[in-house]
């Protein structure tokens, strides 16, 4: 079992930015990727972001030139800069990650909140 940790979410200004990490534990050897789901109030869970362990990224169109995913295979974590922010983007965030035994995200952290205030 992989187990995630997300830290750094928060209230920012309309146009601004913020940063949240993740930090994995457990089974992490089984991981292959990991990414960034949310989930707004009154919306579905969605894909934000997601990164391979090889480095290839994928972003959800709302989000794409606005922010950006990174990871540190070493170190276990990663992490996602929110640039240009809009009251839209206000959401609980998911750290999730992708295991060798699943073909889809199976992973998940506790969520942290982030608000964006217009």
């Known amino acids: 079992q992989v187990q995630l940790v997300e830290t750094g979410g928060g209230l920012v200004q309309a146009g601004g930015s913020l940063g949240l990490s993740c930090a994995a534990s457990?089974?992490?050897?089984?991981?292959?990727?990991m990414g960034w789901y949310r989930q707004a109030p009154g919306k579905q869970r969605e894909m934000v972001a997601t990164i391979t362990n090889g480095g290839n990224t994928n972003y959800a169109d709302s989000v794409k030139g606005r922010f950006t995913i990174s990871r540190d295979n070493a170190k276990n974590t990663v992490h996602l800069q929110m640039n240009s922010l809009k009251p839209e983007d206000t959401a609980v965030y998911y750290c999730?990650?992708?295991?060798?035994?699943?073909?889809?995200?199976?992973?998940w952290g506790q969520g942290t909140q982030v608000t964006v205030s217009s």
């Open positions: 999730a990650a992708r295991t060798a035994w699943g073909s889809t995200f199976n992973s």
């Open positions: 457990g089974s992490i050897f089984s991981i292959r990727a």
